[in-house]
């Protein structure tokens, strides 16, 4: 069900784009707006891996650093039948981990010094097995659609918006009224395709979830990890997180000072989140 929810929204993504590039700029422009983002999104699907890993300053770690992070990790991605990830380690107190990489010959896994601290066995193998679900699932390349579609429909709004501003667009088809629906497609366009981009992040987030409780075999320690990090990242604020990265995070890394409101949040709620692993004890 989560899967087809997601198929819907990117179904919905691609409407959008082709209605809104066909009202600002006709096919052509429609079609040199897709390519860009395509180029664009291409190069952050390649590279987002070590954009990601540097900008939280999470550092390689070796067995013997880590030897506690490496034994969860060969165990579940041996049960999972997926390559062993790369591991490394972010120095912050707050506790939280993400997962990053094209395809699971590619993938890295980052956990926090404080994740590693304050996770006891159980909470630590939910946690590792929400991030390889992320891995199994390909999620970065279905998040990377997400981000050429929306991307791709940003900028073609930029650009029709800019034409309305200079007198560019409008003439005949402004007098029949065209010249009004691109306008509202310009306003409407990227927020509405930011709230389905983050309803897609949203049921990966979910998916993940239940796929990483069926990976251990049972959703306690997940449930627990998740109570737990939900009071500490309130209390120990992430120095550092980029905007672009903070998404990645098992739950949303808050920064100093930081707000960020529910309809906009990349993650859904802790509570939400919780009562569905919840729901799974009793459908097993």
């Known amino acids: 069900m989560r899967t087809l929810k997601t198929g819907m929204l990117l179904t919905g993504l691609t409407l959008l784009l082709v209605l809104g590039g066909r009202a600002f700029a006709g ?40 030897p506690r992070l490496y034994a969860v990790m060969e165990r579940l991605a041996a049960k999972g039948n997926l390559p062993m990830p790369k591991l490394y380690v972010i120095p912050q107190a707050a506790p939280n981990a993400f997962a990053t990489g094209r395809n699971p010959s590619h993938a890295s896994v980052a956990a926090t010094e404080g994740l590693l601290e304050l996770m006891t066995d159980d909470e630590l193998e939910g946690v590792i097995a929400h991030e390889l679900s992320h891995v199994r699932n390909y999620d970065i390349l279905t998040t ?64 993940a979830d239940a796929a990483g409780a ?14 737990k990090l939900g009071a500490y990242n309130k209390r120990i604020p992430m120095d550092n997180v ?40 009793i459908t097993r």
């Open 27 to 66: 096919p052509q422009g429609m079609t040199f707006g897709l390519v860009l983002a395509v180029a664009m999104n291409g190069f952050a699907y390649f590279f987002s891996d070590k954009i990601a890993l540097k900008s939280s300053g999470a550092q390689p770690v070796t067995r013997e650093q880590a």
């Open 214 to 227: 069926r990976l251990v075999g049972q959703p306690y320690g997940l449930i627990s990890a998740l109570e």
């Open 242 to 281: 980029s905007p672009a990265s903070a998404p990645l995070y098992i739950v949303m890394p808050l920064s100093a000072g930081s707000m960020l409101g529910g309809l906009f949040s990349t993650h859904p709620p802790l509570s939400e989140r919780i009562e569905a692993l919840r729901q799974m004890t």
């Open 144 to 207: 990377s659609i997400a981000a050429t579609l929306a991307g791709a429909i940003t900028w073609i709004a930029s650009i029709a918006r800019w034409g309305f501003i200079f007198g560019g667009m409008g003439g005949r088809d402004e007098r029949r009224g065209g010249g009004l629906g691109a306008l509202l497609m310009i306003l409407v366009a990227p927020l509405a395709a930011m709230i389905i981009q983050l309803g897609i992040s949203r049921q990966r987030e979910y998916a």
